[in-house]
């Protein structure tokens, strides 16, 4: 038997395993690395994150992911170049982390690497007859193996996709593993470039787990925060708290078919960019907008349009008076937090970090809690419903 074969089956039989999980979102502001140990799996998944760090993308890297990112044409030679070079470029970073921790390479199991989403095309978003959904990650988990020298899970989306998601949101499979509370009904809300929540029952019932995304969280304001100020964010929401916000362009922004299509659904930069800001603009008369009321407005966009999805599935389950525990970047803007605060007046509302899983290294989290999956668990039945197949997901790369 190939001898990694042997190491990968005992690695599942092990009663806790330590899985570096690794992400790079659609904010392209890092690579977050997270270190967990974890026992047992589906429903008693247990996750002790030892380490958590953002490996920064200097501004020439992030240009030359921009360069093909979401865009429907590209130079397809720097694509090809690019998935070998993210993959080998993770994986050193891996190396450099276990170093800085001292932790050696053969003290881990597993590496779990979701990659860089380039493009992301549902049906309902691209509407082309005959072609399926799809989602492509660049970043070849072969790559991260061999350069941190662990075996490496990857390309999670795939089998999602294959068995009639659309690819994500993924976060819904580790939020019901390791968040799920018996007598609390939680919804878990990810504030990343792109927002998503996931309802999770205080019943603990699999089959009615709900997960989507909602649109826009920080992708625009980041993308008006670079064009205004050279910076890579709306500090603290310092420009919206300045602005006013148009009614105007905020109901010409909420009026797209991504809202009126039917939950589940998902998005990305492909759609929520800078040409739809324009053409709202265009649309409401207010291209002469001032930079903070522009800030303003889109804080408010990913706001409503946040809390619209959340009202509509609440409503739609009868659900009274959930928990709402926030992550990712967007939970560090208190304009967009309160905004939301406002706008849901009957929901109470925390940080993950008070569930002992910090915001930021959540999503990273989620992707060792999948690798675990793969190889310990895949006994969950989430129901014969669109948007959580019953799939474990990653494929798996030996490093040599
Ligand atoms: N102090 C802050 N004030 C305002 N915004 C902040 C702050 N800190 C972080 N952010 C926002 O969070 C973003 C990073 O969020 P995060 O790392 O969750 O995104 P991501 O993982 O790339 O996204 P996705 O979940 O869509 O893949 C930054 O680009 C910024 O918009
Ligand atoms: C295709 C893709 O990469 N989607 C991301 C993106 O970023 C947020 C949102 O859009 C979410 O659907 C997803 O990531 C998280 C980790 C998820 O799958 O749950």
Redesign the pocket.
Known sequence: MNPQLQRLYDIAQKPERRIVGL?S??SLDGLDVALCRITGSGGDTHVTLEQFTTVPYDEPFKDSIRAVFAKKQIDFEHLTLLNEQIGTLHGHWVTDCLRTWNVPADAVDLVASHGQ?VY?APQQQHGRAGYPNA?L?IGDGDHVAAAAGIITLSDF?QRHVAHGGE?????VYGDYFVFSQAGEDRILL?M???A?FTYLPGSLDAGVVFTT?TGPGNTLLDAYARHYTGKSYDENGQMAARGHVSTDLLAALLDHPFFAHPFPK?T?PEVFNMAYVRDAQQRSLTTDLAADDLMATLTRFSAESITNAIGQTLQQAGIQRPRIYMSGGGAHNPILTQTIARLLPGCTFAKTDELGIPGDAK?AI?FAVLANEALAGGSTNFGDRQGVPSVTMGKISFYK
């Open positions: 992400m979102g659609t989403t992301h989602t990650q989306r690819g994500a949101p993924l976060a990810n990343g470039g792109i998503n995304d998902t990305g999503e989620l």
